[in-house]
């Protein structure tokens, strides 16, 4: 097992694998930024190293200064998180080339579905269904050769990159070419990319990901779904696990072809793979995410899996002492993504001093924040502050249970998401589990959104 590991990243991510270090008796050292200089995770580490100014660009995407980072510090593995470098692969391929384990996939898992079309071909050839697409394409030219083939209304998705960026639904030939070359400057100043590739558009699908664990043994399970379909600007606001539209029939339909087509590319640690879902229930393939996700507590929560335990484990060559039939779905679990904006004009990311701050407890309540009463919200990085998620035996009272957190949830000082929960929360056609993609831009008016 290793005995000090480097966490290359920050806020409540970099706390959390921090706790799984010490839970497991390893030292954990955190390469921070300038601007988190003084940042619950730098305090909580037993080591820390500044690897640059508060700019991504030259700190938590600096691969030469995190690499130096964890080898001075003498650290033998490298955990991403999620974000930054977690699903590049380059720097997997120079931890490996520097005897560092990199808590995640092989380079070359990584490579191989962070191109999205490459992604859907290996898709396709283990057997998961995939909506009808289109090669890369470069020029407005060449998309059109595919317009009969893909139909209107359309999707175009960047073959790099994520975050949402580079997604623009299109609904006639007219905009087409508009939203295209705006979507391709998007990407390749995000990502030096251009690539883009067209999709069919389903405006009403949901969104649902498998979670699953490999080995570097050849063994792999899937820990069920989740639904992540509520969504703004491609971002995800609002998880739940399980799903309440997969039968246990089709959860473990997808989930054993998910794990098959992972292992089919030599894949090891903990991946997603995501699906769309239609109103007839045929689900297709959209992409994976090579990394943990932001939405892994609600997994965690619904089968007792430690995720990041798992993931080190993995790394540090263990054989997954899971089997199938040792995952067991209990209960409900919501995650509610509270961030610094108003969502009364459309999500606006907001800055500030935290004045006062006080989590909500009692049963079935995890919180996973990196806020303290004076901390100062930085405007480099993602607005998310903190994850309030809820277990309880049911939906219902899952609800129930996160309205009663968010009524004890208190962070002054800073404008954040919280009040927009309370509303979505009693909204009738959310309880009725009514979401899809475009549930929130669909229901903006009704639910307060500017």
Known sequence: ???????????????????????????????????????????????????????????????????????????????????????????AEICEACNLVFIGPPSTAVTKMGDKVQARQVAIDTGL???????????????????????????????AGGGGRGIRPVQTRAEFTHLFTTAQSEVREAFHDDGIYLERYLPRARHIEIQILCDAHGHGIHLGERNCSLQRRRQ???????????????????????????????????????FLLDDQGRYYFMEMNTRLQVEHPITELVTGVDL?????????GEPLALQQRDIVIDGHALELRICAEDADHDFRPVTGDVEGYLPPGGPGVRVDSHLYSGYSIPPHYDSLISKLCVWAPTRSQAIERALRALDEYRIDGVTTT?????????YEPYLRGETYTNFLADHAGALGIG
Do not use: W
């Not at 290793?2 to 966490?7: D, G, P, S, V």
């Not at 990041?308 to 540090?316: F, G, K, N, S, Y």
């Open 308 to 316: 990041v335990r798992q993931q080190i484990l993995i790394a540090a």
């Open 1 to 91: 097992m290793f005995k000090k590991i480097l966490i290359a990243n920050r806020g409540e991510i970099a706390l959390r694998v921090i706790r799984a270090c010490h839970e497991m008796g390893i030292e954990a050292v955190v390469a921070h930024s300038e601007a988190d200089r003084d940042s619950l995770p730098v305090q909580l580490a037993d080591d820390s190293v500044c690897i640059g100014p508060g700019a991504s660009a030259k700190s938590y995407l600096n691969i030469p200064n995190i690499i130096s980072a964890a080898m001075l510090t003498g650290c033998e593995a490298i955990h991403p998180g999620y974000g930054f470098l977690s699903e590049n692969a380059n720097f």
């Open 236 to 274: 995800k606001v609002l998880e739940e696990a399980p799903s309440t539209v997969l039968t246990p029939e089709l959860r473990a339909e997808i989930g054993t072809k998910a794990v098959k087509t992972a292992l089919s590319i030599g894949y090891r640690g903990a991946g997603t793979m995501e």
């Open 129 to 159: 269904p995939v909506l009808p697409g289109t090669p890369i394409l470069r020029t407005v030219s060449e998309a059109e050769q595919y317009f009969d083939h893909i139909g209107f209304p359309m999707i175009l998705k960047a073959v």
């Open 418 to 426: 919280i009040p927009f929960f309370k509303r979505l929360l009693v």
